[in-house]
């Protein structure tokens, strides 16, 4: 018989108008890794919730250790040893590591009742020692990385003897040498006998780490899986309920001529000689290491950051860009990959959002014509297939996914002929991606052409028509992607290939 640390039975949840959790099950045993893996909208944020006692299930129970119990807040949570860590870290960035490690369960002298600082600094010390990390735990939270962040989390968890931590969406802000770092903690943690939740919409992260994997979509439970019996393919069905292969949308576009070429592009120390065509309705994918530069093109070529050498040239003729704004004003748009930091207002509504980058478009002598505003982004947003209640919605309350197409909406304001897309399927689910992917190929059929940031190799060999690969601030190759294999493009990007060489 199993030995189960934490059982969910039959537990639902249902808000006004949702059904949030539908007849869920989960077990989970002491020092194991479990996935849960879903779409937006599948009931991953409300299973979080239900454990860590933010909301209290309508029905089922849960036990712990194997005897029943009720969790009616965050501190019954906390008592029983679970405790979680989210993508975006809640902490105190004002105080030091140390404060945010023992907030709330400070070391206090039981005679003068004063904080011991010097036990809680040495304490901290060696919580962060044995997760790996040497910074001091005297410095200020703010000035520490994403990374450097959730490792102050899961320490303060250990701090409490947390059995079991839930880690939602860890490596969404990571780059792949701080999801690295991450992956051996989390093992570590494994190792010691902690019990770990991890949520993730990357199917790297599922096949890293995890021992056993659940499913929800739809707010049901769909099943549960040692990891060797699942593969990509049978995960991606069971997460949304269809094929593998239509993610990829098939597309019949006619590549038709040259519409945008950068020539010898360079600047001082991050990139160099850097030479590549774009055509009327292609998709051309960059991809390469994290710290090849590929970022780093595309913000020169947009204006954000000046280059020293080489040309830009659109339709046949020289172009000098200083300003994203000259960009705009060419026809060249750009998504960044941070959508939250640089994509959008987060409390601004809906169509302020939209046409926030040509405002000239509906204002005349100084004055904003706002139905014509919500008109425009009414069409686009139900183009795109947006799914909000109305234009007046405020861009953070809607879905990773959603937010996704906003800024694509954004650019279609604009009268574009190229469209740079920096990792635009970052962090969102599968459904949204294969959503994403339907409107990269609507806008090649409509002429636009398309620059791809990706680091994902599926994502790379099911949607572009060429591949440039960058190394080290260089391109390594340039494919044909449909006569391409992945094995090439990594090759090319880890420099053990010199084959592809062909702008």
Known sequence: MDNYILELRGVSKTFPGVRALDNVRFDLRPGEIHSIMGENGAGKSTFIKIITGVYIPDEGEMLFNGKPVTIQGTNDSQKLGIAAIYQHVTSYPDLSVTENIFIGHEIISKRTKRLLWNQMHAKAKDLLEQLGASFDPKIRMGTLSVAQQQIVEIAKALSVHAKVIIMDEPTAALSNRESEELYRITKKLRDDGVAVIFISHRMEDFERLADRVTVL?????????????????????????????????????????????VEGLGRHGVFKDISFTLHQGEILALTGLVGAGRTEVCESIYGITPFDEGSLWLNGKHITIGHPHEALAKGIGYLPEDRLGQGLILDWELYKNVTLPVLDKFSQNGVLDTHSERERTKEIIELLAVKATSVFDKAATLSGGNQQKLIVAKLLTADLKVIILDEPTKGVDVGAKTAIFNIMGDLAQRGYGIIMVSSEMVEVLGVSDRTVVMKEGRIAAIFE????????????????????LDA
């Open 481 to 500: 992607t449909a006569k391409t294999t992945q094995e090439q493009i990594l090759r090319a990007a880890l420099g053990t290939s010199e084959e592809g």
């Open 217 to 261: 979509r739809d707010a049901q439970y769909i099943g549960t899986w040692d990891k060797e019996e699942m593969d990509h393919d049978r995960l991606v069905m069971a997460m949304v309920g269809r094929e593998i292969t239509q993610m990829f949308p098939k597309r019949e576009v006619t590549i038709k001529k040259e519409i945008f070429r």
